[in-house]
């Protein structure tokens, strides 16, 4: 993992400082809100429906067994002994004190961790692949690259007021587990026939209002150039990105307008002068980084036999855990969906928990999904089932990785200002009342946002369901075949919403239609894939 | 024109009234030109040699399409005065100086302790600019 | 009834506009009739309170209820952990806010 030197320590301990410097500014009245509000924003601090958030930074979803201790200490000391993670990688704790933030950065300085830039319209924390160094299947492991983007894009003087918000990612395999092509810029890391590592660059990808699927604007920068290109395509984009309406103002909007080869050309015009300035950082500075994440210290030789013997233990095996690159080893998704839970809380005692079994079965590491769970990437199979028993037993457990009950939702208007409908109370009843069907559904990701700005994914969903506000009423209209990974497609709508219950029975009867339906070895996706929509509104609406 | 509040040059002011960027080059005794955020800075690059100032105007905080007009600028090798005017606060000043702005003239005049405070923040940054301050890679690598 | 509502500065806690100062129940909210911009301009600017906004309410025999359900889940709390509402006792609470 990465460790700060002497210099990153203090680009954030002065960043607390200079936070610290900002709220005693609003609290005495020598600034407004709206001076304020960006300033706060900058440092992940929201003003949400109750108290308020903040959200902090888990670069590229990794974490330390210490940096996941202090989450669950701030969730004691400061909230109300739980945190919520997020779509983006992130934790967010919803019952702040504007007084006591400048402290919690401090808290989080003293363990490497920030909240810069996790709001506002500049470049956002860098996401990646939750299984990086562990992955069977990674070209190469994608940190370092998205490492080299934190530095670059942290405090960026030029990107710190763009049009819009902005977010990247970087993965390095070709299943994408990021959404890599639902991001401002996603990366891909590939290797050419002479075996050297570029940097695919795929621009214009998100959801929200307007759903778009990234273009590969560049299929190989070579990899000394990559921050290069990325400052060509942001400046790009800062330049020309409008600015005359906050709903057009993403990226993925100028490259549609302009066109992806016009956006292309004037990306390359400006890289070629960009190469003239000197700003990439050599290649000892990604090595000096890589060295970081070497591989732990795997015990040669280990046993990949597994003692199968408990069923539910087999069960959770097969359907929680992925293949690791390293024989006898073994990476492991801590579902954060409880049958019937909150999709993405996990209380202080469970944060501490995980962070625990990092330390002693894990090689000190965890990371956060997109997802919204938590991966121990390097478990010894010898370790696994103690490990199982002691997640098990703190309600961490369960069997439901990429299962109708693994449902991604935003907080919705439990929890968000911004938010048209609740997501929390669908995700709850879905969840409980599809989870004994689990296992004969099979894979099925249901995605569930309380308003278009679409931070639940749901047109991702191979289930998607969209929260709106009709005439002060919740309603519920649902989206079918979409998909993040390489082969993206974004889901469509069948018809009129429901209510609250209405989606519920919605969301069922779409599943009765896959199982009379499918075809051997066909997950959902497929099976709506091959019959189309017609079916499916038919049980609906017929 | 705006006075600047706070300037790192010690070279005259100039007094010139600024002109806007699609007339200037017609202008040809004109000095100082005033970039609004949809100008294009490349248009004053055939220009550098005779211009003394560069007014860059924020109408709002918000709208950073001037921090990118100032680093062309730069970039390109302009050497004279550039000056962010309009809604110009206090915690912007530093990455303004950062993209080559050396002068600043904010509508609403700052704190000039503030101002101080905001400019020496942090000790050293992750990005090289003309500013000439070496990145932390550099520093790191010799 | 027009009603206001916002955050407490420091705290960040959802806040009523009772007539005198900002309370954190919703039953405390009086009619500010057609002053409401002039209460907001004014505590704003004291900064007593912070991102306040005014909403319709209705007066019924239980208490003040806002028009809109977003501002009666703020009244209440996320209706998804009753625990950390303001009426943790009550199973029912939850029912209000539909």
């Not at chain 1, 984009?237 to 956006?263: F, P, Q, S, T």
């Not at chain 2, 490349?42 to 007014?55: A, G, K, M, Q």
Request: charged content about 25%; some cysteine.
């Amino acid at each position: 993992m990465y460790k700060y030197d002497t210099y990153d320590q203090a680009m954030v301990d002065a960043r607390v400082e200079e936070f610290r410097d900002q709220v005693k500014r609003r609290l005495e009245g020598h600034i407004t809100e709206d001076q304020f509000k960006p300033l706060r924003l900058m440092n992940g601090l929201y003003l949400q429906l109750h108290a308020y958030m903040l959200r902090v930074a888990v670069p590229y979803g990794t974490l330390s067994s210490a940096q996941m201790r202090m989450l669950g200490y701030i969730a004691d000391k400061y909230d109300r002994g739980y945190g919520h993670f997020t779509t983006r990688q992130n934790i967010q704790y919803n019952w702040i004190k504007l007084e006591d933030a400048p402290d919690i950065l401090a808290d989080l300085a003293s363990v490497e961790m920030h909240a810069i830039q996790t709001s506002g319209n500049c470049i956002r924390n860098t996401t990646s692949d939750q299984y990086a160094g562990a992955a069977a299947d990674e070209v190469i492991d994608p940190r370092p690259y998205a490492e080299l983007i934190r530095q670059w894009s942290t405090f960026h003087p030029e990107f710190s007021f763009l049009p819009r918000k902005f977010k990247m990612a970087v993965i390095a395999s070709d299943t994408d587990r990021a959404a890599m092509r639902l991001h401002d810029i996603g990366i891909q890391l590939v290797k050419n026939d002479a075996g050297e590592v570029g940097a695919a660059f795929y621009v214009g990808g998100g959801m929200g209002r307007t759903p778009m699927v990234a273009p590969c604007i560049n299929p190989f920068v070579p990899i000394d150039q990559m921050i290069t290109y990325s400052e060509a395509c942001l400046r790009v984009y800062n330049r020309y990105g409008r600015r005359d309406n906050k709903y057009k103002a993403r990226i993925k909007i100028l490259v549609h307008e302009l066109g992806k080869d016009e956006y292309t050309r004037q990306v390359e015009a400006e890289f070629a002068h960009l190469l003239t300035q000197g700003i990439e950082p050599p290649l000892a500075e990604l090595h000096r980084i890589q060295a970081q994440f070497a591989d732990p210290a795997f015990e040669a030789g280990a046993s990949d036999d597994l003692d199968r013997s408990d069923p539910d233990f087999a069960l959770w095996v097969d359907t929680n855990c992925v293949v690791h690159k390293q024989p006898g080893y073994i990476a492991v998704t801590i579902s954060l969906k409880p049958v019937g839970g909150i999709p993405g809380d996990a209380s202080a005692d469970q944060i501490r928990l995980m962070a625990d079994l990092a330390r002693d079965h894990s090689f000190d590491e965890l990371r956060v999904t997109h997802a919204q769970n938590i991966v121990l990437p390097h478990v010894k199979k010898a370790d696994l089932y103690g490990l199982w028993q002691q997640l098990d037993a703190a309600g961490l457990g369960t069997a439901n990785l990429d299962r109708i009950g693994d449902i991604i939702a935003c907080p919705g208007l439990d929890y968000c200002s911004l938010a048209n409908a609740r997501s929390i109370p669908v995700a709850q009843k879905i969840s409980e009342r599809l989870s004994d069907r689990s296992e004969a559904i099979g894979e099925l990701k249901l995605k569930i946002s309380g308003c278009i700005n679409a931070c639940g994914h749901h047109h991702a969903g191979h289930i998607g369901i969209l929260g709106v506000d009709r005439k002060g009423v919740e309603n519920y209209q649902l989206l079918l075949g979409g998909c993040e990974g390489a082969d993206t497609s974004l889901g469509q709508i069948t018809g009129p919403g429901f209510d609250e219950d209405g989606i519920v029975d919605a969301v069922e009867k779409a599943t009765e239609v896959y199982l009379s339906t499918r075809q051997d070895g066909e997950r959902f996706l497929d099976t709506y894939r091959r019959i189309g929509m017609a079916p499916f509104k038919e049980a609906l609406y017929g | 024109m705006a006075e600047p509040q706070f300037r790192f040059r010690d070279d005259e002011p100039v007094g010139d009234p600024a002109v806007t960027v699609d007339s200037f080059g017609e202008q040809s005794n004109a000095a100082a030109v005033r970039i609004e955020p949809g100008d294009d800075a490349r248009d004053l690059l055939p220009h550098l040699d005779r211009i003394r100032l560069v007014e860059v105007n924020f109408p709002v905080f918000g709208d950073g399409r001037g921090y990118s007009a100032a680093r062309l600028l730069r970039e390109a090798g302009y050497a004279g005065e550039l000056r962010a005017v309009g809604d110009v606060l206090v915690d912007q000043i530093a990455f303004m100086r950062r993209c080559g702005f050396d002068a600043f003239a904010p509508d609403v005049p700052l704190n000039p302790a503030d101002a101080e405070a905001a400019f020496a923040r942090f000790d050293h940054v992750y990005q090289p600019t003309t500013d000439g301050r070496a990145p932390i890679w550099a520093l790191r690598h010799g | 009834m027009k009603i206001l509502t916002g955050n407490d500065l420091k705290t960040g806690a959802v806040t009523w506009w009772d007539g005198v100062q900002w309370s954190l129940h919703v039953e405390d909210a009086v009619d500010v009739g057609d002053h409401a911009d002039t209460i907001l301009a004014r505590e704003s600017a004291a900064r007593r309170v912070n991102a306040a906004y005014a909403v319709d309410a209705t007066k019924e025999p239980e208490g003040v209820r806002p028009a809109h359900i977003k501002e009666r889940i703020r009244a209440l709390g996320p209706t998804v952990r009753m625990d950390l509402t303001l009426k943790p006792a009550d199973p029912e609470a939850g029912t209000w806010v539909i």
